[in-house]
Antibody
Framework: EVQLVESGGGLVQPGGSLRLSCAAS????????MHWVRQSPGKGLVWVSR????????TYADSVKGRFTISRDNAKNTLYLQMNSLRAEDTAVYYC???????????WGQGTLVTVSS | EVVLTQSPGTLSLSPGERATLSCRAS???????LAWYQQKPGQAPRLLIY???TRATGIPDRFSVSGSGTDFTLTISRLEPEDFAVYYC?????????FGPGTKVDIK
């Protein structure tokens, strides 16, 4: 069974940093590209970033470019999102998601809540 | 950036009724790169349909999609109690990958 379990969310002050993790199991992690998608409270889904299977290629939404870094450790079956210079508008549930083919996401984790507030 | 617009924002229907949800793109989306997700409160999104019209594993055939180019329609032929949720369309053909704002289907 495919499982994606996010962790690392919490309350952080504006300008602060957090690193999210996503532990993957039930599939061969090294074969799949991965995405981060976020959802502000009561709002819709917004794509944040993606990484290819060996970590050599990354893409970011303009809203997070230069502040967030996506990475992965294939030996640990774990995806990361380093978030720096956090702003109030980054407050959201962050989901990691598996890319099935093309850029189609098929499985999502349950998400981790990041709250940016003083 | 491809902007997706969904209508209506909320659809209030009774079990057994037909639901028709619209997704419109600001520019043409290749049919192979349009997907629909269902999300229930407190849950992660669930893939329903991809490649414009292919149902994901385990999705019942009461869910169907029509359309191409910039206009797509998700139809739920007869609403079951478990279908009341928010539905998002999503284009994954070009970065940045975008989602529509969602249509909430709630019980009338």
């Amino acid at each position: 069974e495919v499982q994606l379990v996010e962790s690392g969310g919490g309350l952080v002050q504006p300008g602060g940093s957090l690193r999210l993790s996503c532990a993957a199991s039930g599939f061969t992690f090294t074969n799949y590209w991965m995405h981060w998608v976020r959802q502000s409270p009561g709002k819709g889904l917004v794509w944040v970033s993606r990484i290819n299977s060996d970590g050599s290629g990354t893409t970011y939404a303009d809203s997070v470019k230069g502040r967030f870094t996506i990475s992965r450790d294939n030996a640990k079956n774990t995806l990361y999102l380093q978030m720096n210079s956090l702003r109030a508008e980054d407050t959201a549930v962050y989901y990691c998601a598996r890319v099935w083919f093309g850029e189609l996401v098929d499985y999502w984790g349950q998400g981790t809540l990041v709250t940016v507030s003083s | 950036e491809v902007v997706l617009t969904q209508s209506p924002g909320t659809l209030s229907l009774s079990p057994g009724e037909r639901a028709t949800l619209s997704c419109r793109a600001s520019q043409s989306v290749g049919s192979s790169y349009l997907a629909w997700y269902q999300q229930k409160p407190g849950q992660a999104p669930r893939l329903l349909i991809y490649g414009a019209s292919t149902r994901a594993t385990g999705i019942p055939d009461r869910f169907s999609v029509s359309g191409s180019g910039t206009d797509f329609t998700l139809t739920i032929s007869r609403l079951e109690p478990e279908d009341f949720a928010v539905y998002y369309c999503h284009q994954y053909g070009s970065s940045p990958f975008t989602f529509g704002p969602g249509t909430k289907v709630d019980i009338k």
